[in-house]
């Protein structure tokens, strides 16, 4: 029997959640219950459950809802949502504000001593060994790839980090700029922090004094004084993000400390040297900034001494595999899931895609699929739509030459607008953006039935 584990019932139906309790006392758990969210949080700071169990409707407060609120009291407390609706959405929403797992009503009891057991396995071995997961969750921020674009990239990291010339980081987002970055300050020697600021994030009128610092007195409000970005970042790495956006009367000052490697804070009387490493970032066209005067000439070849370029990730399709794979990794250690991988159609569905959010978009998608799989590899049914949808038709090929390659093409395009309408011509027709008529010629062209 199981006497260290405390359970936490929480369900606003008097019935059910005495039952529960009946049978999870006779399991041997300290039970104790709660009507609502609130009662249920006033009772976790004196009771310390392991694990809860909540209704998912509740009135007031949700069990996604109390999960979050749960989560910033302790987060090592474990948590259950029970519901009624079996709503894929409903469960991944409460897994991503932390939630254990999920059980549809009626409850199976086996089922859920089986769910209670691993959740409680899972807190034991978090206390126990949380420095070796904050160890292990880094793995995240590792640059990973064996494309020859990010082989690139890292040869050029390699390079330069040792040097304290300024680095200009270009690529859309999502195509992990902050990971090069942070190889970059890791691999400089340099015994300070890194500094990010985000130059799209900050109000304008509060970056100047952001990146300056200010004395006491300065300005209106300014009751003690404040220390910069560039003061903080001192023998360390100060990293300008979204640079592009940088207003242009600040563009100015920025390329003086650049030049003089002298900050002087708002309201100060003096200059006083610093020792900062500059990496700047966009997203943005530079030149295009530039040639309509929004941003400096001489600031954009002060800050690109070295410019790294990140590659989207759809022009480096051998790496998403190895990125899918190693995401699974992460998120199936995070959620207690016996994960090993994906079937080689789920694989192929996650190359086809461009992936418009790049890195940040395949590791969301991931992040969901382990979610919701139950066995130990991620079928391709747990894929979004949209890479389900445009997984290629073997018989494309240019090879068969040009009329052959379109028709193929269009064959393929026409399959999938009619599985995604549920056979429905006139839908079809409409997601095709041709007429009906059209779509019946060519149904019969290609022998669809």
């Known amino acids: 029997m199981i006497t260290e584990s405390k359970i936490l019932i929480v369900d606003d139906e008097k019935t059910q959640r005495d039952a529960l309790a009946q049978?999870?006392?006779?399991?041997?758990?300290?039970?104790?219950?709660?009507?609502?969210?609130?009662?249920?949080?006033?009772?976790?700071?004196?009771?310390?459950?392991?694990?809860?169990?909540?209704?998912?409707?509740?009135p007031n407060m949700s069990g996604s809802q109390?999960?979050?609120?749960?989560?910033?009291?302790?987060?090592?407390?474990?948590?259950?949502?029970?519901?009624?609706?079996?709503?894929?959405?409903?469960?991944?929403?409460?897994?991503?504000?932390?939630?254990?797992?999920?059980?549809?009503?009626p409850i199976d009891f086996e089922h859920l001593s089986i769910l209670i057991k691993k959740a409680s396995e899972k807190r034991m071995i978090t206390i126990e060994n949380i420095q070796l997961k904050q160890q292990l969750s880094s793995v995240s921020h590792k640059i990973i790839g064996e494309s020859d674009s990010i082989k690139k990239v890292l040869s050029v990291v390699k390079r330069?980090?040792?040097?304290?010339?300024?680095?200009?980081?270009?690529?859309?987002?999502?195509?992990?700029?902050?990971?090069?970055?942070?190889?970059?300050?890791?691999?400089s020697g340099r015994k300070?922090?890194?500094?990010?600021?985000?130059?799209?994030?900050?109000?304008?009128?509060?970056?100047?004094?952001?990146?300056f610092g200010y004395e006491k007195g300065a300005f209106t409000g300014a009751e003690s004084s404040k220390v910069g970005k560039f003061d903080l970042a001192s023998k360390g790495t100060l990293f300008l993000d979204e640079i592009g956006d940088m207003p242009y009367n600040l563009q100015s000052k920025l390329l003086r400390v650049l030049q003089e490697k002298m900050v002087m804070p708002i309201g100060a009387s003096s200059?006083?040297?610093?020792?900062?490493?500059?990496?700047?970032?966009?997203?943005?066209?530079?030149?295009?900034?530039?040639?309509?005067?929004a941003f400096r000439n001489d600031l954009y070849y002060r800050l690109s001494v070295i410019k790294i370029d990140v590659p989207p990730l759809r022009e480096r399709k051998e790496d998403i595999p190895i990125l899918a794979e190693e995401f699974c990794k992460e998120f199936a250690s995070r959620y207690n899931k016996n994960i090993k991988g994906f079937t080689?159609?789920?694989?192929?569905?996650?190359?086809?895609?461009?992936?418009?959010?790049?890195?940040?978009?395949?590791?969301?998608?991931?992040?969901?699929?382990?979610?919701?799989?139950?066995?130990?590899?991620?079928?391709?049914?747990?894929?979004?739509?949209?890479?389900?949808?445009?997984?290629?038709?073997?018989?494309?090929?240019?090879?068969?030459?040009?009329?052959?390659?379109?028709?193929?093409?269009?064959?393929?395009?026409?399959?999938?607008?009619?599985?995604?309408?549920?056979?429905?011509?006139?839908?079809?027709?409409?997601?095709?953006?041709?007429?009906?008529r059209v779509l019946r010629y060519k149904l019969a062209k290609y022998g669809f039935k």
């Open 271 to 293: 200059e006083h040297p610093i020792d900062v490493r500059i990496i700047a970032a966009t997203n943005q066209n530079l030149d295009k900034r530039i040639s309509t005067g």
């Open 160 to 187: 330069v980090a040792g040097t304290d010339v300024p680095v200009m980081i270009t690529g859309e987002s999502g195509t992990g700029k902050e990971l090069v970055v942070d190889a970059l300050h890791k691999s």
């Open 344 to 436: 080689q159609e789920a694989l192929q569905a996650l190359t086809n895609y461009d992936y418009p959010g790049n890195i940040r978009e395949l590791r969301n998608y991931v992040e969901r699929a382990v979610i919701l799989s139950h066995s130990s590899l991620i079928d391709v049914s747990l894929m979004p739509s949209e890479l389900k949808n445009i997984q290629p038709d073997a018989s494309i090929s240019i090879d068969n030459g040009l009329e052959a390659a379109v028709e193929a093409l269009e064959r393929d395009l026409i399959k999938n607008a009619l599985e995604t309408t549920g056979m429905v011509q006139t839908r079809a027709a409409q997601k095709l953006k041709i007429s009906e």
């Open 192 to 211: 300070g922090n890194l500094i990010k600021i985000n130059a799209a994030a900050i109000p304008i009128d509060l970056l100047e004094s952001e990146l």
């Open 23 to 58: 049978l999870l006392e006779m399991d041997g758990y300290a039970v104790k219950t709660a009507s609502n969210g609130a009662a249920a949080l006033n009772i976790i700071d004196r009771f310390m459950p392991s694990v809860v169990i909540t209704d998912f409707k509740m």
């Open 66 to 105: 109390l999960i979050s609120a749960i989560k910033k009291k302790n987060p090592l407390i474990e948590a259950i949502v029970v519901t009624a609706y079996g709503n894929i959405d409903i469960a991944v929403d409460a897994m991503k504000k932390g939630a254990y797992d999920f059980i549809t009503k």
